[in-house]
């Protein structure tokens, strides 16, 4: 199997079928449901940039980066070096040393047997000699055409004069931007096609995060630690749009690392019919 030329490995059951890059990332680039040849992810291979250390190529599908977000640091390429380690009902892809970040990445990826969902264990050790303060930041890239859900605190905060919510916005973000619908109870981007970009991020108490497309609803769920530091004015769930995709993001706290360790950032993914109640 190939992905635009690059070599790619397949994991599956009875439920799902992921594809992974072989020789580069770690990446995930296409995710279908059994019996179907629709990828669930946004294709995106003729995107790149050039960097310091060589062009980025952004691919498409499911990455992993390192947050508070910057240039050149985040963009370190990533085009050949992976490790394939299997794993019972899954596989680890091990990244290639970031010589100068003193970093490699790591995703591990659990298909469920029973429904179609799969745990991704994403993994940011440092190699160096001195901590590293980072956030283990996933980033999942969708197909135009559905809608996020952002869901939103229920209730009055534990005090009436103080705030229960706060949202984060990118200076490249219109208020009046037509995709974004502000409600009490969810935040809603719309994904549409728009060469002005929009991203929006906050702190999500819930734990969940999805995106509804043609009656699919992929829901992304993750841990909430509450008196955690977080990137980007608190954030740990963002989402962005653009004009050939949208991206569904969520962040590990910003931890420092010893030499030697890693921050671990879980996700578990459902592919499933409906927007859960909150």
Same mark, same amino acid.
């Given at each position: 199997?190939?992905?635009?030329?690059?070599?790619?490995?397949?994991?599956?059951?009875? $439920?799902?079928?992921?594809?992974?890059?072989?020789? &580069?990332?770690?990446?995930? #680039?296409?995710?279908?449901?059994?019996?179907? %040849?629709?990828?669930?992810?946004?294709?995106?291979?003729?995107?790149?940039?050039?960097?310091?250390?060589?062009?980025?190529?952004?691919?498409?599908? $499911?990455?992993?980066?390192?947050?508070?977000?910057?240039? =050149?640091?985040?963009?370190?390429?990533?085009?050949?070096?992976? *490790?394939?380690?299997?794993? =019972?009902?899954?596989?680890?892809?091990?990244?290639?040393?970031?010589?100068?970040?003193?970093?490699?990445?790591?995703?591990?990826?659990?298909?469920?047997?029973?429904?179609?969902?799969?745990?991704?264990?994403?993994?940011?050790?440092?190699?160096? &000699?001195? =901590?590293?303060?980072?956030?283990?930041?996933?980033?999942?890239?969708?197909?135009?055409?559905?809608?996020?859900?952002?869901?939103?605190?229920?209730?009055? &905060?534990?005090?009436?004069?103080?705030?229960?919510?706060?949202?984060?916005?990118?200076?490249?973000?219109?208020?009046?931007?037509?995709?974004?619908?502000?409600?009490?109870?969810?935040?809603?981007?719309?994904?549409?096609?728009?060469?002005?970009?929009? *991203?929006?991020?906050?702190?999500?108490? $819930?734990?969940?995060?999805?995106?509804?497309?043609?009656?699919?609803?992929?829901?992304?769920?993750?841990?909430?630690?509450?008196?955690?530091?977080?990137? %980007?004015?608190?954030?740990? #769930?963002? &989402?962005?749009?653009?004009?050939?995709?949208?991206?569904?993001?969520?962040?590990?706290?910003?931890?420092?690392? *010893?030499?030697?360790?890693? #921050?671990?950032?879980?996700?578990?993914?459902? #592919?499933?019919?409906?927007?859960?109640? *909150?």
């Amino acid at each position: 199997m190939a992905y635009y030329g690059l070599p790619t490995h397949i994991i599956q059951n009875d $439920h799902l079928q992921i594809e992974v890059l072989a020789s &580069a990332g770690p990446r995930i #680039v296409r995710l279908r449901r059994a019996g179907s %040849d629709e990828n669930l992810l946004a294709e995106t291979p003729e995107i790149s940039w050039p960097t310091p250390f060589g062009e980025f190529h952004i691919q498409g599908g $499911h990455r992993l980066w390192h947050s508070p977000e910057a240039f =050149p640091r985040t963009y370190y390429p990533d085009n050949d070096g992976l *490790k394939l380690e299997p794993l =019972p009902g899954g596989v680890c892809l091990v990244g290639a040393s970031e010589t100068a970040n003193s970093l490699h990445k790591e995703i591990e990826i659990h298909l469920a047997a029973d429904r179609p969902a799969v745990k991704l264990v994403h993994r940011m050790v440092n190699e160096g &000699a001195w =901590p590293i303060k980072l956030a283990a930041w996933a980033i999942t890239q969708l197909p135009l055409g559905g809608t996020i859900y952002l869901p939103q605190p229920e209730g009055p &905060a534990e005090s009436e004069y103080l705030p229960n919510r706060r949202l984060a916005l990118w200076t490249y973000t219109r208020l009046r931007d037509p995709r974004l619908e502000l409600a009490d109870d969810m935040i809603r981007l719309h994904a549409r096609s728009d060469l002005q970009a929009i *991203k929006i991020g906050y702190r999500n108490i $819930h734990g969940w995060a999805a995106y509804a497309r043609d009656g699919i609803t992929l829901v992304k769920r993750f841990a909430i630690t509450q008196e955690a530091e977080y990137s %980007d004015y608190g954030c740990n #769930v963002e &989402a962005y749009c653009k004009d050939s995709f949208c991206e569904l993001e969520t962040l590990s706290p910003l931890t420092l690392v *010893k030499p030697g360790q890693a #921050v671990t950032h879980i996700e578990e993914w459902e #592919v499933e019919g409906q927007i859960p109640p *909150k």
